[in-house]
């Protein structure tokens, strides 16, 4: 039993000092990012997509944001479920108010049943564009785009090498509450590994019209539950790129709720899962931890049940080791996007000294939902998402088997995305 725990102990120290670097690596990418890109830095012509099913809490700021953008030329195509949906009337309002042109807002007429809502509502949205425009912005209906947002996200564009440019969201909820901790601490890991895969955000992501042009993305997004994590193997076939743009760490500050939080992380492990290039490694990573952490608890276990009391204080060193590491991990992190985050004028004070002692067991706590998240999505072939029932059967097999409008109570079972 003493060797059980000696080896759970190195075994959960490997685990987590393998994840420094990668961690590291963001930090420091994060460190090094300019907020303004040079001012004779080349603005094309582009079109701004957002796709709406609802009207989300943050919809309003998110349009008004969008309207002020310090960016010669560019118009807002945002696609809506349909006329009757409560987020067209917020649209006409903002227009009405803001007495501008500038925002077009179109319903929904194509529902294709082979792909999402969110594939169809880009798909149309593009193809109402004429040649004029160089490229198509995606962003998502709960991020709010400071003044530079537009600029920033094309500016990396310029390089020949680069098809995409994206940027990431990162949490400050004003309620911190146990499932807005456990989305937060879940969300600053897979941040670190979409910034080390390339794996593209669609919450802010703009594109070359011409790597639409000159491939095969376009059908794929006819035949695609999402639009944004089959980037980096579309654009690599053609030598090309996705840029990260550390300067466009959205802050998300919704609101979550425990049962939200579970179908949205299935959802993105689906994802991942269905067009993530390296998913057999996320899911063997994924899964090592789970059971090397649940191997050191019952090594723990069974060690006091029988005395071995050396082998429970390895077992117990290792688990602590472990948590207080990925703990340790978000501070720089924190500390980096929050130095992103100021410079643009944002508050960031959300994590109060009782939110910050909450962290310590909110880690475990998102391991735990984590693993049982993973067995989800390996295994689920129908998801809903916003009212809408979906049928998976493979990365391009996928069918729309349920639809109605939209209702007040999808926002209440399922508040933490657009469209």
């Known amino acids: 039993m003493n ?15 393998g994840q420094v670097p990668l961690v590291w690596a963001f930090v420091r990418a994060l460190r090094r990012g300019k907020q303004d890109p040079p001012a004779a830095q080349p603005c094309p012509k582009a079109a701004v997509v957002i796709c709406l099913r609802g009207a989300d809490p943050f919809l309003v700021d998110c349009l008004e944001a969008i309207l002020d953008q310090d960016y010669p030329q560019y118009d807002v195509r945002v696609v809506i479920d349909s006329r009757e949906d409560p987020a067209w009337q917020v649209v006409q309002d903002v227009i009405r108010r803001r007495t501008t042109d500038k925002l077009r807002p179109t319903p929904l007429t194509e529902r294709r049943d082979t792909c999402s809502l969110k594939c169809s509502s880009v798909l149309q949205a593009i193809s109402e564009l004429d040649d004029s425009y160089e490229v198509v912005a995606l962003l998502d209906a709960d991020t709010i785009p400071h003044s530079g947002w537009l600029r920033q996200l094309v500016a990396p564009l310029a390089d020949d090498q680069v098809g995409a440019a994206t940027g990431n969201r990162w949490y400050m909820p004003a309620d911190a509450n146990w499932a807005a901790l456990v989305r937060y601490v879940w969300n600053s890991a897979a941040v670190v590994q979409m910034f080390c895969h390339r794996i593209a955000w669609g919450g802010t992501l703009a594109l070359k019209t011409k790597v639409l042009r000159d491939s095969d993305l376009l059908d794929r997004w006819g035949h695609a539950f999402c639009e944004d994590t089959m980037l980096h193997r579309v654009l690599r076939r053609r030598g090309l790129r996705v840029a990260f743009v550390p300067s466009l760490m959205m802050v998300n500050r919704e609101a979550c709720q425990m ?52 082998g429970a204080a390895w077992a117990g060193g290792g688990l602590a080791c ?77 069918r729309l088997i349920e639809y109605a409008p939209y209702e007040a109570s999808h926002a209440t079972a399922d508040a933490m995305a657009s469209l």
């Not at 080896?7 to 490997?14: D, Q, S």
């Not at 991942?272 to 050191?296: D, E, F, K, N």
């Open 259 to 310: 049962p939200g939080y579970f179908r949205w992380v299935r959802r993105q492990m689906l994802t991942a899962r269905l067009y993530h290039p390296r998913w057999l490694a996320v899911v063997g990573h994924g899964l090592i931890t789970s059971l090397a952490q649940a191997a050191a608890v019952g090594v723990l276990i069974a060690a006091m049940l029988t005395g071995h009391w050396q």
């Open 322 to 398: 472990y948590q207080i590491a990925m703990l340790l991990f978000l501070a720089p992190m924190e500390v980096g996007v929050r130095r992103v985050v100021g410079a643009r004028g944002e508050p960031t004070n959300w994590l109060a000294a009782t939110t910050a002692a909450k962290l310590l067991p909110a880690v475990p706590l998102t391991q735990t939902i984590y693993s049982v998240v993973l067995i989800s999505a390996i295994l689920v072939r129908r998801v809903e998402w916003r009212g809408v029932s979906y049928q998976i059967d493979g990365p391009w097999e996928i």
């Open 3 to 17: 060797e059980l725990g000696v080896v759970t102990f190195w075994t959960l120290l490997a685990l987590a000092l």
